[in-house]
């Protein structure tokens, strides 16, 4: 079972395969397979239900690091290669929040993190694959060798030379995709297997590109009284942060990420003690709250970060990120409500870092209870929705405006830098389930409308409302495209069955 609790697992065996050629034999002997990775898919991807399960843990050699890419099997995790890159100096920028999380399961899920914002998603740092096909070639694809061409990719297999029709959907023009296959004129084949969540070939190694220096990190925390004023600062950070990168100017604010919790997340916290033993002060009428990730200049020591806060409005000469950073925040009416932890303050970012975690650790904690003692059938009930921010307050209110109306209780929290959240119900019923499934599935339609992305960065997995938002997303049209591209790749729909969308349309 994964991370999602999706119900009915159940494997005809298990596999551990030690290198690619292992995996070439698991599929020459078994039937149906699912490659697993650490299993925390918030979607089921990761449940077998009824195949041989292909698990990469004993595929966890860090192969090679270098300050400019690191090349791994698919079971060595974020945190290794994160560990691994910081011993020379470097690190993994689109890392996702979930770092025991592994490198085959990120590739396949095309996760992100909370620097999206700054970095992109995982698609963006692949670099090279080596990937097993259902008929057991083994590809080895490596970014810009090769394009598709009259709407078609050529691939070399042993059973002889196919070609991939691409899609002809469109993918909507967000930061954060994890909806089922990339599709774009003159794409890459490797793209075409980043986020194809398993179903289309088991991935043995993969080259990263990763980035040096690490940058030096300052975090802050921001409590705001009205959402609105929340969502002007954000807007003026990300407009900061953007011309910075536009002009190279050295003194100019650079914002990483913004994470946000709504005042629901927020009483959660409290409620759960979170803010008194991390001593956190969240005011009472905090509508919503923001942690701010800066990037600073390399050798800015905490003396100097302290120095410039105190500074920064009475001496007009200073200038800065911190500098420029304190001036958003006075204008927007809250920096005297907020406070910066410097980069030396490591243990004061943990705090920070830990009211935001003990959000969905809360809510998930709670969804738990309400199955045990209320309703067996009660479940996780959320969305990972994500729209271009100039419509973050328009989502927020559809969010708003479907749960009350339901008479829900629900939390929201995620990475507003990317226009990225995650609603979630917080069930006491069985029937505020269904009930939550129907309002996900009523904000699908909406984000959509917007110009966004229903399935941001958990992917789809084998969840019926996921698999129903991707149609939202594409239409059945877009689905027989995908299932098209799956038949030529995997005619015996042997890699990770059920997952994405199902075999047939719907009758
Ligand atoms: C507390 C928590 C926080 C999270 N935070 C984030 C976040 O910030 N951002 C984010 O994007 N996600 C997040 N997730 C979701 C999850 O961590 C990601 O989806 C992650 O990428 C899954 O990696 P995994 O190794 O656990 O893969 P699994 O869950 O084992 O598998 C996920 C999918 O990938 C396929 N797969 C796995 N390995 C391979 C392989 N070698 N070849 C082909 N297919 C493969 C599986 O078949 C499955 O469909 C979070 C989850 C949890 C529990």
Redesign the pocket.
């Known amino acids: 079972m994964?991370?999602a609790h999706f119900p009915g697992g159940h494997a005809a065996g298990v596999v551990f395969p030690r290198s690619t050629a292992d995996v070439v034999d698991a599929i020459a002997q078994h039937g149906a397979l699912?490659?697993?990775?650490?299993?925390?898919?918030?979607?089921g991807?990761?449940t077998p239900m009824g195949e041989t399960i292909v698990a990469?843990s004993k595929m966890a050699r860090i192969v090679s690091v270098a300050p400019h890419e690191i090349v791994v099997e698919?079971g060595v995790t974020v945190a290794a290669m994160q560990d691994a890159l910081r011993e020379i100096g470097a690190w993994f920028p689109p890392a996702?929040?979930?770092t025991?999380?592994?490198a085959?399961?990120?590739?396949?899920?095309n996760?992100?993190?909370?620097s999206t914002f700054k970095y992109g998603s995982t698609r963006k740092w692949v670099e090279a694959i080596t990937?097993v096909l259902a008929d057991g070639t083994v590809l080895e694809i490596v970014r810009g060798r090769q394009r598709a061409r009259d709407g078609r990719l050529t691939l070399a297999t042993r059973s002889g030379t196919i070609q991939v029709p691409v899609p002809g959907y469109r993918m909507p023009d967000v930061v954060k995709r994890?909806a089922g296959y990339y599709a774009e004129p003159g794409m890459d084949p490797i793209d075409l297997f980043i986020g194809?969540?398993?179903?289309l070939?088991?991935?043995?190694r993969i080259t990263f590109r990763v980035a040096t220096p690490a940058p030096l990190v300052a975090m802050a925390f921001v409590p705001c009284i009205h959402e609105l004023q929340g969502l002007g600062l954000v807007g003026d950070l990300r407009d900061a942060s953007a011309e910075t990168w536009r002009s190279d100017d050295p003194a100019g604010l650079d914002i990483s990420a913004i994470e946000h919790m709504d005042r629901r997340s927020l009483e959660i916290v409290h409620e759960d003690g979170v803010d008194r033993r991390h001593n956190v002060t969240i005011p009472p009428d905090t509508e919503l709250a923001l942690l701010v990730q800066l990037e600073l200049p390399a050798g800015t020591t905490d003396e100097a970060a302290y120095r410039l806060v105190e500074h920064a409005l009475s001496e007009a000469s200073m200038d800065g990120p911190i500098v420029r950073f304190c001036r958003i925040l006075d204008a927007a009416g809250l920096l005297d409500a907020s406070e910066l932890a410097p980069p030396g303050q490591v243990r004061r970012m943990r705090d920070f870092l830990q009211i935001r975690e003990a959000v969905?650790e809360g809510v998930n904690r709670r969804v738990g209870a309400a199955k045990r003692t209320v309703d067996d059938r009660i479940e996780k009930t959320a969305a990972d929705m994500i729209v271009p921010f100039e419509r973050f307050a328009d989502m927020m209110r559809v969010y708003r405006g479907g749960f009350e109306r339901r008479g829900l209780d629900y939390a929201v929290w995620g990475h507003i830098s990317d226009g990225n959240v995650h609603p979630n119900v917080i069930p006491r019923r069985y029937d505020e389930v269904v009930r939550g499934k129907e309002a996900i599935l009523e904000f699908g339609r909406a984000v959509v409308s917007m110009g966004g992305c229903p399935l941001a960065?958990?992917?789809v997995?084998r969840s019926a409302v996921k698999q129903a938002l991707l149609e939202q997303l594409y239409g059945q049209d877009g689905i027989d495209e995908m299932r098209r591209v799956k038949r030529v790749l995997d005619p015996g729909w042997k890699l990770?069955p059920g997952?994405l969308f199902q075999r047939s349309r719907p009758a």
């Open positions: 994964d991370a699912l490659p697993i990775g650490a299993q925390s898919s918030l979607t991807g990761a990469t698919p996702p929040t979930y025991a999380a592994c085959g399961g990120i590739v396949a899920t996760a992100a993190g909370a990937v994890s194809s969540e398993g179903t070939g088991i991935i043995t969905p960065e958990h992917g997995g990770a997952v």
